[in-house]
């Protein structure tokens, strides 16, 4: 389903759903505080970037909780990340694929159902302001449903029937968030989990691959795209994913890309399939053999993140493949406009937000459903200047 489909379904049919399931659920309210859960489901559907950033909340989980079982449930473009990082056993990982609209009706009534047998007495619904999320944490029968609510705000409603209702806080940054739902568990504060915390959330475990993998993923470089292995290799990501305004002009990759191979480094342009034109739209203007368009190279999650370990630098927009360098040895340079890195920024620590602050930015927000109003003409990302990224490139590629 494309994502306006999404958010127009969500918008309509579930406001309705929590509204009517509200007015049923006050009269046999059952207000769950059980501290010591046995079975614990995770809703987290969003992009593969937030299940990198929700990592700490799973370890905390663990932590606090040693004795329960934790389930996830995600869509089914996310369960390799899932796997690779381990954060719930691979059996206890639930599957919902939104190819299409009845095909994500059938899984979700599947996966309800088995969630159901399962007996999950607690969900966590990390999902913002999802109508769907929320009609799911009701359904999957757990008596203690912990989530974002929108308390005093106007707007925003997905319904009544959450039992640990957390403050979302736009200040915030999304990881420490997640792990506000853990707290939410057994606090007993309005809003739940009031407490200070300053401490820094952890670096996450890096992913370790055999050296012998590593050697492979270079050969297959070798041999398709006669890539210098004596040459520092950088990889940019041009693509916007999803939501395209978060793209950086393709005008400022061609300026950056010229600078590296200049330089003497090579260069390679790393998405899926469906950017291949874009890739091939920017190895065109440079005209090098050792800029590489590596667009649909790497087949899965796995290879992106071998690819990872063999380059000396990623430069990317917001997205994903800024947020898997912190599974790996890389530094990035991540770029943000519409949306801002006090939310969303790498847990790297070889991560460099680089952002402009406009007077409507962020503008990709939970309050808007990431729905940006902006007219394609992202003046934020526009402004990064391309001589400052080459110059903190450099500074990054010398350390190396």
Not at 211 to 229: D, G
Not at 249 to 275: C, F, H, N, R, W
Request: one cysteine or more; hydrophobic letters at 40%; charged letters at 20%.
């Amino acid at each position: 389903m494309r994502i306006a489909v999404q958010r127009k379904i969500d918008q309509i049919v579930g406001t309705f759903l929590c509204g009517i399931l509200s007015l049923l659920y006050f009269p046999f309210v059952r207000r769950s505080t059980n501290p010591n859960p046995e079975k614990i489901l995770v809703i987290l559907l969003s992009e593969m970037g937030s299940l990198v950033l929700s990592a700490p909340m799973f370890a905390q989980l663990a932590l606090k909780y040693p004795a329960a079982s934790v389930y996830l449930l995600t869509f089914k473009r996310n369960r390799e990340i899932v796997e690779l990082m381990q954060l719930v056993p691979s059996e206890h990982i639930c599957i919902i694929n939104d190819a299409s609209f009845l095909q994500f009706c059938a899984d979700c009534v599947r996966g309800l159902i088995r969630l159901r047998r399962e007996g999950i007495d607690t969900v966590i619904d990390c999902e913002l302001f999802s109508r769907v999320s929320s009609l799911l944490s009701f359904f999957c029968g757990a008596g203690t449903r912990v989530g974002f609510h929108r308390h005093t705000q106007e707007g925003l409603f997905r319904g009544n029937f959450i039992t640990r209702k957390v403050l979302y806080n736009p200040y915030s940054h999304i990881s420490r968030q997640f792990l506000t739902l853990v707290a939410a568990i057994d606090s007993q504060t309005v809003p739940k989990a009031k407490s200070i915390d300053t401490a820094p959330v952890g670096a996450l475990q890096r992913l370790e691959f055999s050296e012998e993998v590593v050697e492979e993923m270079r050969s297959r470089l070798k041999q398709t795209y006669h890539c210098p292995m004596d040459k520092k290799l950088v990889l940019l990501y041009p693509s916007g994913g999803l939501i395209p305004i978060r793209a950086w002009p393709m005008e400022s990759y061609v300026t950056v890309a010229g600078k590296l191979l200049q330089a003497g480094y090579a260069v390679g342009i790393i998405g899926l399939q469906t950017d291949r034109q874009v890739a091939e739209a920017i190895a065109a203007r440079l005209k090098s053999s050792e800029c590489m368009n590596l667009a649909g190279f790497t087949k899965t999650m796995q290879d992106l993140l071998v690819l990872f370990n063999i380059a000396s630098l990623l430069i990317t927009n917001d997205g994903g493949p800024g947020h898997f360098t912190a599974l790996t040895p890389i530094p990035a340079i991540i770029l943000f406009g519409p949306e801002t890195p006090v939310l969303y920024g790498s847990l790297s620590p070889k991560a460099v937000n680089m952002h402009r602050q406009l007077n409507c930015s962020p503008c990709l927000t939970a309050f808007n459903h990431r729905n940006s109003p902006c007219d394609g003409d992202n003046v934020c990302l526009r402004s990064i200047d391309p001589q400052e990224v080459m110059a903190k490139a450099f500074d990054l590629l010398e350390t190396q």
